[in-house]
């Protein structure tokens, strides 16, 4: 089962991390998420509910373009190209080129986790240099 796992830490956090990572003192964990957010709020605006069900639905009924897909969620095909693009910039969705130059949408993930340690130990683990 493929999994994405998803960390919410402040941007400065994210920055130090990338950064450690970059000059080799921090090497990332198999287990550690591979997205992260600013917020709970800001993951809420992508994950939300009904963007959600969009994914299941994707999953579930594995539409060929996304035309079938409009036709199946209901939603107006701007709405549904904008959200799909936006999912697809955060890893979230694929966008396939399919027969006659159309785009078929498929999720690459069966589970999303969300990581969300709290307090001063949740710092030291985004920054932590790697062990000799």
Known sequence: MKILRIGIAP???????TMAIAR???????DEPKLWFTSIESLARVLSDK???????I???????????????GRAKSNLSRTLKSMERFGLVELLKGEGGTLRPR??????????????QHRAQLTRPAPN
């Not at 941007?11 to 991390?17: G, L, S, T, V």
């Not at 080799?24 to 198999?30: F, H, M």
């Not at 963007?51 to 639905?57: E, I, P, V």
Request: hydrophobic share 40%.
């Open 11 to 17: 941007y400065e956090d994210m920055k130090a991390r």
């Open 24 to 30: 080799g003192e921090l090497k990332p964990k198999a």
């Open 51 to 57: 963007n959600r069900a969009l994914l299941d639905l």
């Open 59 to 73: 999953i579930e009924q594995q539409p060929q373009s996304l035309a079938e897909l409009e036709a199946l969620s």
């Open 107 to 120: 999720v690459p993930y069966e589970e999303i986790q969300l990581d969300l340690p709290i307090g001063h």
